[in-house]
């Protein structure tokens, strides 16, 4: 059985390399993408006074409550610090449905008093800790 005459530009041909007969990926023909830098966010926070002292809260995450096809309730955690030191939060509040410029000085001044002293991330623990071992029945 005679070997079948391949034409000179088909991949297979003999007279090409393997690196000549692979198609050339997309990524190497375009030029690379300009890299955004990372820029800081503008965390929402403001000064208030609370009793005898000044105040900075800020707001730290949002997030939405709900099961389901339920409507969701917006969460907005607050962070309360000592304005000569705004970056040491103190005291920490998670309300529902409003945002920090939604909210009168009053109203802050409440809160503040509702607060609990502030965590770092290290020592929270689960809302649900054994959601994932039950997968998530059994409630």
């Known amino acids: 059985m005679d070997q079948p005459v391949l034409p000179p530009e088909s991949p297979a041909s003999s007279d090409r390399t393997r690196e000549e007969a692979t198609p050339t990926p997309v990524r190497q023909g375009l030029e690379p993408a300009r890299q955004d830098r990372f820029r800081n966010a503008e965390v929402p926070s403001r000064v208030f006074q609370g009793g005898e002292e000044e105040w900075a809260v800020r707001e730290s995450g949002w997030m939405a409550s709900g099961r389901g096809s339920d409507t969701r309730v917006p969460m907005v955690l607050l962070l309360f610090a000592r304005r000569a030191e705004p970056d040491q939060p103190i005291q920490e509040i998670l309300i529902s449905g409003r945002g920090l ?20 991330d290290q020592g929270r623990k689960e809302v649900f800790p054994d959601m994932r071992k039950k997968g998530g029945k059994g409630l």
């Open 101 to 120: 410029e939604e909210l009168t000085d009053q109203e802050l001044s409440v809160l503040l008093g509702r607060s609990r002293p502030y965590r770092a």
